[in-house]
């Protein structure tokens, strides 16, 4: 058989992380967490992490593996992941990989792009900036140099702003057009899988989450680590609005309000992205697993036919 990755994607709180396991209960499997704030150990409420019966429930890889004070990104991930999946299939051809962070699973399925170095102190002098002036600004920037960058990434994410920036600067050439070149070949197929729902239906839960995590201890988590809050792994919906709420800028009741909304508008910029790629078979969240198996394991066959 050849190996075959099924990736699930999906806006957050959608339930991905439930019909993961039963996939992988299925497929007798592994699952590759792709969530690039569940990597951190210290994070766990906010990050929505599997809780101790579904982590029993299935093998998982790369949830809580790092903390945040490493320094850990995209490229590294990709070369973990690859290496991880290089030793499951040797037991298995079917693995499974899920999660929300889109820039991560493309790097897992397609490979990175490349891109030039540039002086270390273009980056330092926009994190100055930041520091200084706020996000704001950066993001203008960005907006006049490559507009096509500005439109398609997490644009409140300060991280992903700056590389972007840093590139446009140092090479005096958009960031954009560093992209989509012709990638290394995977030893693996793939089958993604999306799942989604109406609007409402996927804000409405997302709202219960978010109630759900400040009933159990969210507000205490984000107390421990506030002090650290300049960190980029804390630069993350839930983390940042709870800490201008520790500093007195907002009322609890308005950071609560503002979580839900950025966390909304993280999931509207997650079905975009995953929408792009037209060979994702989408299903409802009710769909009955039974029908997804069928449809995963009609693909299966044809890959092996």
């Given at each position: 058989m050849n190996n075959?990755?099924?990736?699930i994607v999906g806006p957050t709180a959608i339930g991905k992380t439930a019909l993961s396991i039963q996939l992988a209960n299925h497929f007798?499997?592994?699952?590759?967490?792709?969530?690039?704030?569940?990597?951190?150990?210290?994070?766990?409420?906010?990050?929505?992490?599997?809780?101790?019966?579904?982590?029993?429930?299935?093998?998982h890889h790369f949830i809580q593996n790092r903390s945040v004070f490493d320094d850990y990104n995209v490229g590294q991930f990709e070369k973990d992941a690859l290496s991880k999946l290089e030793k499951l299939f040797?037991?298995?051809?079917?693995?499974?990989?899920?999660?929300?962070?889109?820039?991560?699973?493309?790097?897992?399925?397609?490979?990175?792009?490349?891109?030039?170095?540039?002086d270390t102190r273009i980056r330092e002098k926009l994190n100055q900036q930041l520091k200084e002036k706020g996000l704001k600004i950066l993001q203008q920037q960005l907006k006049e140099l490559d507009f096509e960058t500005y439109n398609s990434i997490t644009i409140d994410n300060p991280q992903r702003v700056i590389r972007a920036l840093e590139i446009c600067i140092g090479t005096?050439?958009?960031?954009?057009?560093?992209?989509?070149?012709?990638?290394?070949?995977?030893n693996f197929y793939s089958i993604k899988i999306g799942v989604t729902a109406d609007r409402e239906i996927i804000y409405?839960?997302?709202?219960?989450?978010?109630?759900?995590?400040?009933?159990?201890?969210?507000?205490?988590?984000?107390?421990?680590?506030?002090?650290?809050?300049?960190?980029?792994?804390?630069?993350?919906?839930g983390y940042r609005e709870l800490f201008s709420f520790f500093?007195?800028?907002?009322?609890?009741?308005?950071?609560i309000s503002e979580i839900k909304k950025n966390t909304r508008r993280f999931a509207k910029r997650q079905i975009t992205w995953f929408k792009k790629d037209q060979k994702t078979l989408w299903f409802n969240y009710k769909t009955d697993t039974n029908s997804i198996i069928t449809k995963i394991s009609d693909k299966i066959n044809l890959i092996n036919s």
């Open positions: 075959i990755l099924i990736t007798k499997c592994d699952i590759i967490s792709c969530d690039s704030r569940q990597f951190y150990k210290e994070m766990t409420i906010g990050t929505a992490v599997p809780d101790a019966k579904e982590l029993a429930a299935a093998k040797l037991t298995n051809p079917v693995q499974i990989m899920v999660g929300g962070s889109g820039l991560y699973i493309d790097a897992v399925l397609n490979g990175l792009d490349y891109f030039p170095k540039v005096k050439t958009p960031y954009s057009t560093f992209k989509n070149k012709v990638k290394t070949p995977r409405n839960r997302i709202n219960d989450r978010v109630d759900f995590m400040i009933t159990n201890g969210l507000i205490e988590e984000a107390k421990k680590l506030h002090q650290y809050k300049n960190l980029n792994a804390l630069q993350t919906v500093e007195g800028d907002i009322t609890k009741d308005f950071a």
